[in-house]
C-alpha cells in the first residue's frame, strides 16, 4: 500500500517560490498517476494539478495554472510541485495522492488513494 511524505513546504513572502516533494513508500510510485491537492484553514481539500504514469501528461487548476509545476522521478518515487510567483491564496497544507488515470491514461482529479500523509504547510504573507 502506498503511503506518502511530502516536504518542502515553509513561509515566503507573496512572489516566491517553493518546491515541495512527495516520496512514496511501501510500494512504488510508478505505476501511478499522481496528483496535488491543498486545504486552506476552514475550506475543503482541492484539487490542485496532477500527473500522468510517465508524466507526458500534466494538467492544473486554473488559478495555479502558468505559476504552478508538476514533475516526477519514478527512479525515486518521487512527485514534486514547483511554485512560483506565490499569492497569499496558495497559503494551505499541500497533500499528494494518487488518482485516477482516465481514458485515454493520463491524470484526472479523481482521488484512487485513501491513506493520506501530513502534507506539507505552505504559508504566503508578508
Known amino acids: 500500500q502506498l503511503q506518502f511524505v511530502e516536504s518542502g513546504g515553509g513561509s515566503v513572502q507573496p512572489g516566491g517560490s517553493l518546491r515541495l516533494s512527495c516520496r512514496s513508500s511501501g510500494s512504488s510510485i510508478s505505476d501511478n498517476a499522481v496528483g496535488w491537492f491543498r486545504q486552506a484553514p476552514g475550506k475543503e481539500r482541492e484539487w490542485v494539478s496532477c500527473?500522468?504514469?510517465?508524466?507526458?501528461?500534466?494538467k492544473y487548476e486554473d488559478s495555479v495554472r502558468g505559476r504552478f509545476t508538476i514533475s516526477r522521478d519514478n527512479t525515486r518515487s518521487t512527485v514534486y510541485l514547483q511554485i512560483n510567483e506565490l499569492k497569499p491564496e496558495d497559503t494551505a497544507r499541500y497533500y499528494c495522492?494518487?488518482?485516477?488515470?482516465?481514458?485515454?491514461?493520463?491524470?484526472?482529479?479523481?482521488?484512487?488513494?485513501?491513506?493520506w500523509g501530513q502534507g506539507t504547510l505552505v504559508t504566503v504573507q508578508s
Open positions: 495522492q494518487t488518482t485516477w488515470p482516465g481514458s485515454p491514461p493520463g491524470c484526472t482529479w479523481s482521488i484512487m488513494g485513501d491513506t
Open positions: 500527473i500522468s504514469r510517465a508524466g507526458t501528461v500534466t
